[in-house]
């Protein structure tokens, strides 16, 4: 008997789109969601960025206070991190990754759009501190004892403990349905390796946060009690340990800094091909490499912890270190795709290479700090605070940018307009490395981070005035963006059910997909599957039969006939 | 079905995804994956009483003045937490069977050896004598056992819901996954009991 | 007035606003008819669903009955108890809902009754 299809309500039904998005478990408006969501919290910590490097551009306070100016970087560091470029990965990654496993949707649904609501509530419950008496002040690190009740009082740390918490809890259950979703329902030929690469780091991601984020929850719980309960974990004074928090905090942050990383190689991954009329370089070196890369994470936590004397220096240093080869391993197979290809510098792909160029110049600066004499000189300044810059902005939100450039056709039906993106990108790249390049400088002349103000200094106060021009062109850079993204809403070119040539199954359903995305799925033999349907061995395509009978022996025999692997 | 009749399948537009689950079904994989989360959740509070244990100078124990760990105590609750794995683990070979009836009774046993369990945890909490605000170690002994109580309890929200539909005659043989869920997550809660009875009362 | 007194009227008010608009915006119907979707054979979708959003303003809820907790207090009892009254009534909710789609999906091949 044919199996009962659940739909809302028989016959047509009018229902207003407030109530339609309200109430969606649809991966597609979910992944929407996310992404709007995300970038609402990019603006606002961005504006709250500006308004850090306004204050530091000349020596003097000028116009904040120290308190503000605490606050300023501890929002704006824990927004971006948990509130824009870890949901805005997962977005992409709910709206994208059903589509290119064949599926008509994530394996919990319901439990998918929960996941979502927890961001804008949970955010702004962080963000409520500001209407109470202060927001948390004490840097996205929460180090006890200053996150104590003694030092830290009013609720805004409190506030940032609960939110955190909730919105951690989120990505848990996200990550849940991720990993579900890609072990039980990839389409019919689809085996583990035939997955795009973008599927394999999100699966990846998924597992460092299901498996990260609940050790940070428990070290948000316990700061709680101490403050609240009277408890003694963290604080000295009562018999409480505080490089305990840094333990905790850091075992979760280093997996952290790889779940922000991951998903944007996935999409420099998927790019790079796309507009290099190239297979991907490597294509089993790189899912190794991110699954090395992830492995390797859980081992390196206290290099944020050198100089804290309780660390044993050999170890985390060789591990830390270590992580540069599967990451070098990448760049080398991302550059060997590009090689001899026919590059297409669309602006998706300028941010590609963009990303590959400025993540490059991050993960030096990451293996100098590896080294703990560099370290010891260089903890805590400026230096650290160019490193982290480079990796999460010019590496996960170019990421993000190229993501948006090269998905917004498929999820709107219309291509953001080339020319503003270009204008978009140069803006934004230059601006960029304004902002973040002298702080390699800064910190290497010894400019601690996290100070309101700094002593007149010539060098210094060249350098944080060419930085903070940087800051401002970033923000300016997001004009163009914005215009592009709304006058392409209103009369955009329409984009078709696949504008780049693309290789993998989302561009094999229309732009939009319709609600179950697919009407039927191209024969999957390979991690490309929409080009041999298009491309053939060297000649057009005739029916799906024919190709298969060529393919077969260019595949290894078991592959073709083996659906999903079953997890037991 | 060969490559060629598959292909004809989806040629012909039919769809051939869920058609046959292999392996484990979704929402077992689900169950699977979250107790693995709460498996870290459980690390990172084992971290903080090892790391309090190990830095804490002095006598590590219930501060002065209250009463030693009642260790015969809560050998009969672990006792308890054990027998109620059987008792679940009885219900699900039950229903794999289709012995609806034996479901039913083997889930009530284990519910009530659950709240059993949680009511003989509130007695201790009550002749302890000191509390979460009593110097580290009463600050990780009852953040420790206190969560681990805390999904007892989940678990015991879940085996009423499972009674409830198995009341209701929605369990066969064929069709049972909430039952299984709810069981491996009764396990892991008996699991961790294991390791928070051996670390705080064995280990001491 | 104190500054939480007014934060808490603050943010009471700026719920009832949204709420309002959401209601004035919802109850003006549709910019037209909408079909009911008709997936391939094999494939099925849930329906639409207001329990995450009322399971996420439930656990948030809760949430700032802890932050906003008062002296000698375990939480806030204010935010608490609606917090958890929402949760647990959502989840009552929930579990129903599973079991509708369960029974109606009794016949397929391959429904596993579980809740999601």
New interface residues.
């Given amino acids: 008997m044919a199996t009962t299809t659940l739909e809302p309500r028989a016959g047509t039904f009018s229902r207003s789109w407030v109530i339609d998005w309200l109430t969606t478990v649809d991966h597609k408006k979910i992944g929407i969601l996310y992404i709007v969501n995300s970038f609402l919290f990019f603006f606002a910590a961005g504006i709250l960025a500006l308004f850090i490097r306004s204050e530091l551009a000349v020596p003097g306070l000028q116009f904040l206070d120290q308190d503000t100016y605490n606050q300023a970087f501890t929002m704006h560091g824990t927004i971006m991190i948990f509130l824009f470029v870890v949901p805005v990965l997962a977005g992409f990654g709910n709206y994208i990754v059903p589509l290119q496993l064949g599926a008509p949707d994530m394996a919990f649904p319901r439990i998918n759009a929960l996941s979502f609501w927890f961001l804008p509530l949970g955010g702004l419950l962080i963000f409520s501190g500001y209407l109470f008496g202060g927001a948390a002040a004490e840097g996205w690190t929460g180090y006890a004892p200053l996150t104590d009740d003694t030092y830290a009082q009013g609720v805004g740390t409190d506030l940032w403990i609960i939110g955190l918490t909730l919105v951690g809890t989120a990505s848990i259950l996200g990550s849940i349905n991720f990993i579900a979703t890609i072990f039980k329902m990839r389409a019919p030929g689809m085996t583990l390796f035939r997955m795009p690469i973008f599927v394999w780091t999100i699966l990846v991601t998924a597992t460092l946060i299901m498996l990260a984020t609940p050790v940070l929850t428990a070290g948000l719980i316990a700061l709680f009690i101490d403050r609240n309960y009277g408890g003694s974990f963290f604080d000295p004074s009562v018999g409480g340990n505080p490089v305990l928090w840094q333990h905790i905090f850091w075992f979760f942050g280093h997996p952290e800094v790889y779940i922000v990383i991951l998903p944007a190689m996935g999409v420099v991954s998927e790019i790079l091909p796309v507009f290099s009329r190239k297979p991907l370089f490597g294509y089993k070196a790189f899912v190794f490499a991110t699954i090395g890369i992830g492995l390797l994470s859980w081992t390196v936590w206290a290099h944020h912890m050198f100089t804290t004397g309780a660390v044993f220096l050999p170890f985390f240093s060789f591990m830390t270190a270590l992580i540069a080869i599967p990451t070098g391993i990448k760049m080398f197979n991302w550059l060997a795709t590009m090689w001899r290809g026919k590059l297409m510098f669309t602006t998706a792909m300028l941010f590609a290479v963009g990303f590959i160029s400025m993540f490059l110049i991050g993960g030096i600066s990451g293996v100098m700090l590896a080294s703990p004499p560099i370290d010891f000189h260089v903890q805590d300044t400026y230096f650290v605070v160019a490193h982290l810059h480079y990796v999460f902005f010019g590496g996960s939100v170019f990421g993000v940018f190229a993501a948006t450039y090269y998905w917004f056709p498929k999820m709107f039906g219309r291509k953001l307009n080339e020319p503003l993106g270009k204008v978009h990108f140069w803006l934004h790249f230059i601006g960029f490395n304004l902002a973040f390049f002298p702080m390699h400088q800064l910190g290497l002349s010894g400019m601690p981070r996290r100070i309101s103000d700094y002593a007149a200094n010539p060098e210094w106060t060249i350098l944080n005035l060419v930085s903070t021009v940087g800051a401002f062109m970033i923000a300016v850079s997001v004009i163009p963006f914005l215009i592009n993204v709304i006058a392409t809403f209103i009369n955009g070119e329409p984009a078709g059910d696949d504008p780049w040539e693309g290789n993998t199954l989302e561009w094999a359903t229309t732009s939009p997909p319709p609600p179950y995305n697919f009407d039927r799925l191209p024969p999957i033999h390979s991690e490309r599957p929409l080009f041999f349907l298009t491309h053939g061995h060297g000649h057009a395509a005739e029916r799906p039969e024919d190709l298969e009978e060529e393919q077969v022996h260019d595949e290894r025999p078991a592959d073709v006939e083996r659906r999903e692997d079953p997890l037991v | 079905m060969t490559t060629h009749a598959e292909a004809t399948a989806r040629e012909e537009g039919k769809f051939t995804p869920q058609d046959h689950q292999s392996g484990m079904p979704t929402a077992l994989v689900g169950m699977l994956l979250f107790i693995a989360s709460e498996v870290m959740f459980f690390g990172g509070l084992f971290a903080t009483y090892f790391n309090a244990r190990a830095t804490t100078s002095g006598a590590w124990g219930p501060p002065e003045g209250a009463h030693e760990l009642d260790i015969a105590l809560a050998g009969v609750l672990t006792a308890i937490l054990v027998a109620s794995s059987f008792t679940m683990q009885f219900g699900v070979w039950a229903i794999r069977r289709g012995d609806t009836g034996k479901l039913k009774l083997w889930t009530a046993i284990t519910l009530g050896l659950g709240v059993l369990f949680l009511a003989g945890q509130l007695y201790d909490y009550s002749q302890l004598g000191f509390g979460v605000g009593d110097g580290v170690f009463g600050t990780v002994f009852y953040t420790l056992t206190g969560f681990h109580g805390a999904h007892v309890f989940g678990g015991a929200v879940g085996l009423t819901i499972v009674l409830a539909r198995a009341m209701r005659g929605q369990f066969s043989a064929r069709n049972h996954v909430a039952v299984e869920a709810v069981s491996m997550y009764w396990h892991f809660v008996d699991v961790v009991w294991i390791a928070v009875f051996s670390t705080i009362y064995l280990l001491g | 007035m104190s500054?939480?007194a007014f934060?808490f009227l603050?943010?009471g008010v700026a719920m009832l606003v949204v709420l309002g608009v959401?209601f004035a915006?919802?109850?003006?119907?549709?910019?037209?008819?909408?079909?009911?979707?008709?997936?391939?054979?094999?494939?099925?979708?849930?329906?639409?669903?207001?329990?995450?959003?009322v399971?996420?303003?439930g656990?948030?809820l809760l949430?700032?009955g802890?932050?906003?907790?008062g002296d000698g207090e375990v939480a806030n009892p204010f935010l608490a108890v609606p917090g958890l009254i929402v949760l647990v009534l959502g989840?009552f909710a929930?579990?129903r809902a599973a079991?509708h789609?369960?029974?109606?999906?009794e016949?397929?091949?391959?429904?596993?009754?579980?809740?999601?």
């Fill in positions: 500054d939480t934060g603050l943010i959401i915006v919802a109850s003006r119907g549709s910019r037209g008819e909408v079909a009911p979707v008709h997936p391939p054979r094999g494939v099925h979708l849930p329906p639409p669903s207001f329990l995450p959003v399971m996420s303003v656990g948030v949430g700032a802890l932050a906003f907790r989840i929930w579990v079991n789609e369960w029974r109606e999906t016949h397929g091949p391959h429904d596993d009754g579980a809740a999601h």
